[in-house]
């Protein structure tokens, strides 16, 4: 059964730093492509980075680069988003999804939720004051 649990969320002052933790559980970690995607409220969920179960290869959506970095550590079967210079409009849910078939492109998709197989429960991210 795979399993996936997002950690790390809570609230930052904007211009902060947060890095949110994806632990993976189920299935063969490395066969898989794993990514991150939020969700804030009234907005539809959009892809963040990607990262290919093989090699590393990684993938960012356009307005993503630069402040997000998504790594991944296969020992641990763990993902990681480090975030940094973090500003209001970062607010969302955030959540860590896998797929096995999917490429890496599959990051950057409309209504993801319908492509992409397995998600966590999405850890709350509040930048704020």
């Known amino acids: 059964q795979v399993q996936l649990v997002e950690s790390g969320g809570g609230l930052v002052q904007p211009g902060g730093s947060m890095r949110l933790s994806c632990a993976t559980s189920?299935?063969?970690?490395?066969?898989?492509?794993i990514g991150w995607f939020r969700q804030a409220p009234g907005k539809e969920r959009e892809g963040i980075s990607c990262?290919?179960?093989?090699?590393?290869?990684?993938y960012y959506a356009d307005s993503m680069k630069g402040r997000f970095t998504i790594s991944r550590d296969n020992a641990k079967n763990m993902v990681y988003l480090q975030m940094i210079n973090l500003k209001p409009e970062d607010t969302a849910v955030y959540y860590c999804a896998t797929d096995r078939n999917l490429a890496l492109e599959a990051c950057d998709t409309a209504y993801p939720e319908r492509l992409w197989d397995y998600w966590g429960q999405g850890t709350q991210v509040t930048v704020s004051p």
């Open positions: 990262i290919e179960s093989y090699d590393d290869r990684t």
């Open positions: 189920g299935f063969r970690f490395d066969d898989y492509v």
